[in-house]
């Protein structure tokens, strides 16, 4: 039997709060020692890792993959590979495809194909409504029985309130989470970045932060009347974050998220009109970028997750007001988070929780985000420390919208397992 030895790394395993010098074997795709010393005689093969920090594989609980009906940005194949070269082993795909994943046989398709490519878990997230158009519930049982793990309209948050209850009640007795994006389009509607002194001095239309914290508001309390588990995504503002931290405190079932750009940069980003920089929720204030760091520090933040969504050249390279929303970050989730722990505010035991422990409780998952005897070995081996400039060749997407493209970056992945296997190393 073909067997793995990785030997000499720092272990941090937050599951088992494992923080120290182990060796983990690995037998048949799965852990099935993490011992001090385990003789190189156990294993078929050897991976010498002195020097790495190794956990378990990331799992990113916000992606766009476009496939399938928008292969050209991105597919599963090259999402997957950006997704390992990234450390992550695990990735949620929204459902705004085309068509939309709002029945079981594109969600079937979906896993289907991710199994055939091997590289990463890719579980999809199915819509709440037909057609992403707020009317009608999707056929969510049967997606959850074909392998969705939760439910989502994204960007189109139904409106409707009675339906979106309808829909968490629906959720909660499946036991899977809902993924909100919470935003009053009715008060962000035409705008393309922050409201605030800079759009108006760019004469830019902006989306006020208040848009997030009402549809926000509005979907905790929704939650808290059916007893749902919802999930917030991508949240930005220092009042949606400050709402969150009261339901919680309450007992409402919420969870959250929050980017490494929402937390790296801010409105000043666009200043120049870089369409890379252009996404929804936008890039707000220093004041809510300090909360949002605050949030992951405190435990109001459960989740990082990148909200991965890859647009052409072609389609970036436009007006800025004309730009569609949206940046790629599987392969720059690890270097600016770790920027987070040289900053002060969270630990590396802390990070390496949010970025695979955690999102695997979200989705409901026993056997990842974990190194236990017994679990999938899916791995991530990192150099905390290595500095690179981040480079087009470097890119694993079919997509270049990255507002961090040439710029120097400390953190790099240097081995992904999956399911006992490497699946990408740097060479």
Not at 254 to 265: D, K, R, S
Not at 407 to 419: A, P, Q
């Amino acid at each position: 039997m073909a067997s793995l030895l990785i030997k000499g790394g720092r272990v941090v395993d937050p599951s088992q709060g494992v923080d120290g010098q182990y060796d983990i074997l690995i037998e048949n795709g799965r852990v099935v020692k993490i011992e001090k010393n385990i003789s190189e005689t156990e294993a078929t093969e050897v991976l010498d890792v002195d020097g790495l920090i190794v956990s378990p594989g990331f799992i990113d609980l916000h992606s766009h993959l476009r496939d399938p009906g928008q292969e050209w940005k991105e597919d599963i194949e090259t999402g997957s590979q950006a997704a390992v070269a990234g450390g992550i082993t695990s990735v949620c795909c929204m459902a705004n495809t085309d068509p939309v994943n709002d029945n079981p046989a594109i969600t079937k398709y979906i896993i289907e194909k991710a199994e055939k490519v091997g590289l990463c878990d890719v579980f999809p997230v199915g819509a709440i409504t037909k057609g992403l158009k707020g009317e009608e519930l999707a056929e969510i049982g049967l997606m959850v029985k074909a392998g969705a793990v939760a439910i989502s309209d994204d960007g189109e948050t139904p409106k409707d309130a009675k339906l979106l209850r309808n829909a968490m009640d629906y959720a909660r007795s499946l036991g899977i989470p809902v993924f909100c994006h919470s935003e009053d389009k009715s008060l962000s509607a035409g705008g393309h970045m922050n409201e605030g002194f800079l759009s108006n001095y760019l004469g830019v239309p902006g989306m006020p932060a208040e848009a997030e914290d009402i549809g926000t508001m509005r979907d905790i309390l929704i939650a808290k009347l059916t007893g749902a588990h919802v999930h917030i995504c991508h949240v930005s503002s220092k009042g949606a974050l400050e709402i969150i931290k009261r339901a919680k405190e309450e007992g409402v079932r919420v969870t959250c998220e929050i980017t490494p750009h929402h937390f790296t940069l801010t409105e000043d980003a666009v200043r120049s009109f870089d369409t890379n920089a252009k996404m929804c929720p936008p890039l707000r204030t220093e004041e809510d970028v300090k909360m949002c760091k605050e949030a992951l520090k405190t435990g109001i933040a459960d989740v990082i997750a990148t909200d991965h969504a890859p647009h052409t050249v072609d389609e970036k390279m436009v007006e800025f007001c004309q730009a569609p929303f949206g940046i790629i970050g599987f392969q720059t989730m690890l270097p600016l988070s770790l920027n987070l722990v040289r900053e002060g505010y969270i630990s590396l035991f802390q990070l390496i929780e949010k970025i695979s422990t955690v999102p695997a409780r979200v989705i409901n998952k026993k056997d990842i985000g974990t190194l236990r005897r017994g679990a999938r070995a899916n791995i991530a081996i990192f150099d905390p420390d290595e500095e690179y400039v981040f480079t087009k060749e470097m890119i694993k997407s079919k997509s270049y919208n990255s507002p961090f493209l040439n710029e120097k970056l400390k953190g790099k992945v240097k081995f992904t397992i999956y399911n006992g296997k490497i699946v990408y190393k740097d060479v």
